[in-house]
């Protein structure tokens, strides 16, 4: 910790994953070789740039970007930006960290990275997001390409943002290669991209539930969030049976026992999507509960889809689902719940999922997306989903692999994290200390 002071979320991400792997490699000592372990825990590079940049009333505004190329072992560095005034190096550091794993175990060939700004789009006007986004991609160019580091979107970032920041990395190119995935579908972006992180999270708790001989049909469900994650894991999760009885955002959660339709989720969408609008117009529109200032862990359910951000089931917050006797928490979010909270649902038997297996769907149709642009192909929706489908139920095989214990029980974690770990090992192993 001495060499990361002041990053607490990177040295919680870093712990979590080197204690789930410690058995592992005791028992597979060549992984302590060679300074493996030191290697794998410093990024590759860390760019931290000034985005400089003027409002609608005149006035220059001064943003921090950065850009973490964290490891380039099996693939051009892949990750998010993401755009949210708590941005900062310990916690892009973190999520870089986690892509690294994450990406290895979609069996396609990205390496990991991730980056953004402490730029809150919240209350800025279409013209305010162009003129950072441009300003953002005129350092960002530098560093990224198609066979270096390919960007994609994340909180407040999506397919608005990304397009602007594309076009300006074209325009000072002067190559339209794939540089950007969460394109639109004019300029090189994939179908299924934008639904795939939350479809992708249920299809991995649909493979888990069957694995245990259950299914999703006629289970409660609790989705935290309302952005691109939590709007598509709702639609699947009804898809399958489910009953969808909770949404959020950082202003509170909306609970609606009657469960969300068809109809209810484009209202949801409209809200959050067309007018940047809160969850509160929301379950004003359709006449459900607001709970200002809560989260959805209280409510009763079978399932739990953390899709909103880091840290927001606590430990507390785990045991009152524990109490409510929930039996499957699958993490749509980057790293929603608190260690101790996963210690909990370990302990209690609950099936859990880390969002580096269950979240990976979306990055896994970035690489489809990335594939189909390089290939100047476009896939059908019903190819790429079942794609999609196929790479889930090959991560939750590649979690069994490693992560199934003596009693048959399945700890996802583990599986997870040496699932990922000893594909990135066993390449940066191969290609020597470099
Ligand atoms: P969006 O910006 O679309 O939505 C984020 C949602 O989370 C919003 O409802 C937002 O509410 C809420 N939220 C953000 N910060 C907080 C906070 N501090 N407290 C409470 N609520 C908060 O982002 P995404 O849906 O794309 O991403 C959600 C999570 O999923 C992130 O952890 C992201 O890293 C992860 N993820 C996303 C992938 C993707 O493909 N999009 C892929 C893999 C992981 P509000 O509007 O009030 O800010």
Known sequence: SERNPGQPEYMQAVTEVIESLWPFI??????????????????ERV??????????????????????????AIGPYKGGL?????????????LAFEQTFKNALTTLPMGGGKGGADFDPKGRSPGEIMRFCQAFACELFRHVGSDTDVPAGDIGVGGREVGYMSGMVKKLT??????????????????????????????FVDEMLKHVGQSLEGLRVAVSGSGNVAQYAIEKAMAFGAKVVTISDSSGTVVDEDGFTPEKLAILAEIKNVLYGRVGEY?????????????????????????????????????????NGVICVAEGANMPCAAGAVERFEHAKVLF???????????????????????????????????????????????????????????????????????????????GVI
Not at 47 to 72: K, P, T
Not at 174 to 201: M, Q
Request: proline letters at 4%; aromatic letters at 8%.
């Open 47 to 72: 760019v931290i740039f000034r985005v400089a940049w003027v409002d609608d009333s005149g006035e220059v505004r001064v943003n921090r970007g950065y850009r973490i190329q964290h490891n380039s």
């Open 174 to 203: 002067n190559r339209s290669d794939c540089v950007f995935t969460g394109k639109g579908i004019s300029f090189g972006g994939s179908l299924v991209r934008p639904e795939a992180t939350g479809y992708g999270t249920v299809y």
């Open 283 to 323: 379950a004003e529109r359709v006449g459900a509960r607001f709970l200002s200032g809560e989260r959805p862990w209280h409510v009763p359910v079978d399932v739990a889809l953390p899709c909103a951000t880091q840290n927001e089931i606590t430990e507390d917050d785990a045991s009152i689902l524990i109490k």
């Open 82 to 94: 993401r755009f949210h005034p708590s941005v900062n190096l310990s916690i892009l550091k973190f």
């Open 353 to 431: 999922a880390p969002g580096k297996a269950s979240n990976a769907g979306g990055v896994a149709t970035s690489g489809l997306e990335m594939s189909q642009q390089a290939m100047r192909l476009f896939w059908t929706h019903e190819e790429v989903d079942a794609r999609l489908q196929e790479i889930m139920r090959a991560i939750h095989q590649a979690c069994l692999r490693y992560g199934e214990k003596e009693d048959g029980r399945v700890n996802y974690v583990d599986g997870a994290n040496i699932a990922g770990f000893v594909k990135v090992a066993d390449a940066m192993l191969a290609q």
């Open 26 to 43: 005791t028992n597979n000592p060549r992984y302590a070789e060679h300074g493996l372990l030191d290697r794998i825990v410093e990024p």
